[in-house]
Nanobody, 120 residues
Framework: QVQLVESGGGLVQAGGSLRLSCAAS????????MGWYRQAPGKQRELVAV???????NYADSVKGRFTISRDNARSSVYLQMNSLKPEDTAVYYC??????????????WGQGTQVTVSS
């Protein structure tokens, strides 16, 4: 079993910054891609950023130049540095990881979500 625990959400004024963290624990053999998604009230969950095992990154157009995704394989963790936050960034943010477990099979795991609220 693998668990993802997120932290770092909160309330911030427009133009401010937050750093989200997500750490995996459990029966982990390796982790492939790691990503961050978000879901605003009344909207579908959308991809924010993803980072591959090789370090390649991809971002939603709406966050390019403002958000940075990174990973620490030794800590089985992924981070999202969010700068120049806007009210439209308000959402619940979820991390996910493509984890190969000790059994040899790969599964997609999700964090519990952390609220980010940006006030104008």
């Amino acid at each position: 079993q693998v668990q993802l625990v997120e932290s770092g959400g909160g309330l911030v004024q427009a133009g401010g910054s937050l750093r989200l963290s997500c750490a995996a624990s459990g029966s982990i053999f390796s982790i492939n891609a790691m990503g961050w998604y978000r879901q605003a009230p009344g909207k579908q969950r959308e991809l924010v950023a993803v980072i591959t095992s090789g370090g390649s990154t991809n971002y939603a157009d709406s966050v390019k130049g403002r958000f940075t995704i990174s990973r620490d394989n030794a800590r089985s963790s992924v981070y999202l540095q969010m700068n120049s936050l806007k009210p439209e960034d308000t959402a619940v943010y979820y991390c996910n990881m493509d984890v190969r477990t000790g059994s040899g099979r790969a599964y997609l795991y999700w964090g519990q979500g952390t609220q980010v609220t940006v006030s104008s």
